[in-house]
């Protein structure tokens, strides 16, 4: 086997790799009447301070819908219905007022009409580092960039029911949590027959979970039957592709996990094959986003009804439980765990384990998971994700040492036959099968594996790929300074310094190793720097300092077994005797 062949053939495999997975996603169909596309991270734009119901309201078209009670067999997926707001709402909707709350990490607003959150801004993630004031805005009536999260509990029969289109009460309109560790809103409903409903929104300090309760309180002298509902709205529009932009690369839209999966739903399968229904007693559903989600995770181990579908470019997932029935006299708290915010892994295992999932690692998740964790470990004692990159990709190095090492002492050996090769490649040039068969012959008196320089690149892989991923997904290391011009390690060098350094170091590693004894093999492999320099230019810059600090050690190491090579060689040719060397050259000769 060929070397130098195994080299190229492995550098170019990595280049058709990213190749590939670019043209399937820039060429991917898209449905037809595309939109204008909004930006994933938005900053809050003008009119969001305009109430529910006022003439600046801009609410898209189909926007009121409310999930449908299963039947009394809930066995089949819950069904969704799309009523007309009720005459009796609309004065409601007039009479709708503004909750602004404002934790440590959110800014949010709940109208009184269905305590539905309409407005959440992240008030530690700017949408871009050079413009802090321009905040991620995840929830919004702006139809461009639409998020909205409905509340409520659907009722059997006749009358009024607690749903997001009914109006509540609240005894104030200003919450902020000032120095407490817990801030709470409550909102009341009662339906003028005895039943009454109590909504509490919990807030945190540092967090982004929001805890919902709805309390059923029922004095009407007969059964209530109902069930609580969640129900997220995003502006659905085709994704553009762009090499130069990694955002456009994540998935966005709806995200549903059954208990034991999770699955992607996709716009283009929601508007050509209709609603997506599903039950699940330990599911969740989600709207994501790179980097950032709105999740909605029920009780567990309650029969919950998932639906997902996209109607004039609005998105809606929602979930609803099974109908339960709450005796005259009594009452029943229905509770569920609402996220919006970034995918902090810490905060989503809070929630249930299982939420860390909307991170999404691709098929190389059982390298990357681990990886994000030992990273984080680091990270929390040198406070530099740049320099937990290093230390991890030391530490790699060390942990293939060994490995590595006979792979560099079979390099530093082929590096000192190369005039033994030229010598044979010159005598055999009409003669192929005769110096393959003496090339391999001195491979084995020499004790060379010509394709232990493979070895190398074939560990590196697996890592590069890994650390790829977890620097494109981990909001952890969104906008994460390093050092001196590296000012965010998810985005590219804004400078094209670090690629041009990679570039340098490969041209280095180069002269370490053998020269391919093939002239177009050189040729190509001169080119290799430039070629990996111009492809890297657009990458993280996380990912190229990975790349430049496992060049740079491998480097050292490969100059240190060159030195013990060379040194031993010229101890063994200095312990020879003219007479044994002048036999095994003769033999040398002969072969």
Not at 128 to 140: Q, Y
Not at 293 to 309: K, M, N, S
Not at 378 to 401: C, D, E, P, Q
Not at 533 to 538: D, I, K, Q, S
Request: glycine fraction near 6%.
């Amino acid at each position: 086997m060929d070397n130098q062949r195994l080299l190229i053939w492995a550098a170019f495999g990595l280049l058709l790799w990213f190749t590939w997975q670019t043209w399937v996603r820039d060429n991917s169909p898209e449905p037809v009447s595309p939109v204008a596309p909004a930006t994933e991270e938005t900053a809050n734009a003008p009119g969001d301070d305009e109430p529910a119901g006022s003439p600046g309201a801009d609410e898209p078209a189909g926007a009121e819908t409310l999930p449908e009670l299963p039947g009394p067999a809930a066995d089949a997926p819950a069904q969704a219905a799309s009523p007309q707001v009720p005459a009796a709402n609309e004065a409601a909707a007039e009479a709708g007022r503004s909750i602004h709350v404002r934790t440590d990490v959110l800014d949010v607003r709940i109208d009184t009409l269905g305590g539905t959150l309409w407005h959440a801004e992240l008030l530690d993630y700017p949408v871009h580092k050079d413009h802090p004031e321009n905040l991620v805005t995840l929830l919004s009536r702006q139809p461009a960039e639409l998020g909205l999260l409905e509340t409520g509990l659907r009722s059997q029969g006749e009358g009024p029911e607690a749903n997001h289109l009914a109006l509540f009460q609240s005894p104030q309109t200003e919450y902020t949590l000032g120095d407490k560790d817990e801030l709470t809103v409550s909102l009341t409903w009662e339906n003028g027959q005895g039943v009454s409903v109590v909504k509490q929104y919990t807030f945190e300090r540092g967090s982004y979970i929001i805890g919902l309760q709805q309390t059923v309180t029922n004095e009407s002298g007969q059964v209530w039957q109902g069930a609580p509902y969640v129900q997220i709205k995003r502006h659905s529009y085709p994704q553009e592709r762009s090499m130069f932009d990694v955002d456009t690369y994540s998935f966005h839209g709806p995200l549903f996990y059954d208990g034991e999966k999770a699955s992607k739903l996709q716009r283009d399968d929601l508007l050509s094959e209709g609603p997506f229904t599903a039950s699940a007693e330990d599911g969740w559903i989600a709207m994501i986003q790179h980097h950032f989600l709105i999740g909605v995770v029920p009780t567990a181990e309650t029969e919950q009804h998932y639906r997902a579908d996209v109607v004039d470019d609005v998105a809606t997932a929602s979930v609803i439980g099974s109908t339960q029935a709450v005796p005259a006299g009594d009452g029943e708290t229905f509770t569920t765990a609402l996220f919006v915010g970034p995918k902090l892994q810490d905060q989503l295992e809070q929630v249930t384990p299982t939420l860390k999932l909307t991170v999404d690692y691709g098929w190389l998740t059982i390298l990357s998971e681990p990886l994000f964790w030992l990273l984080s470990k680091i990270n929390s004692f040198v406070h530099n994700w740049g320099v937990a990159i290093i230390l991890v990709t030391v530490m790699i190095k060390l942990a293939f040492y060994k490995l590595t090492q006979a792979s560099g002492r079979s390099m530093a050996k082929m590096r000192e036959i190369q005039p033994r090769m030229k010598a044979l490649q010159e005598r055999y040039k009409d003669d192929r099968q005769q110096l393959s068969q003496a090339m391999m012959e001195l491979y084995k008196r020499e004790k060379v594996n010509p394709a232990a320089g493979c070895l190398p690149i074939l560990i590196q892989m697996p890592f590069f790929l890994a650390f790829y991923w977890v620097l494109l997904e981990s909001v952890e290391m969104r906008q994460a300074p390093f050092a001196l011009w590296i000012t965010d390690l998810s985005s590219r060098d804004p400078y094209f310094i670090l690629p041009a350094i990679m570039g340098a170091a490969m041209f280095l590693q180069q002269k370490l190793n053998p020269k391919p004894a093939d002239p177009m093999q050189a040729k190509v492999m001169q080119l290799m720097p430039i070629v990996f320099t111009v492809f890297f230019a657009f990458f993280p810059a996380g990912l190229v300092l990975y790349w430049v600090t496992n060049t740079s050690l491998s480097i050292l190491q490969q100059w240190r077994i060159n030195k013990v090579v060379e040194e031993e060689s010229r101890k063994r040719r200095a312990g020879k005797s003219p007479a044994k060397k002048k036999h095994e050259k003769d033999k040398s000769d002969a072969a």
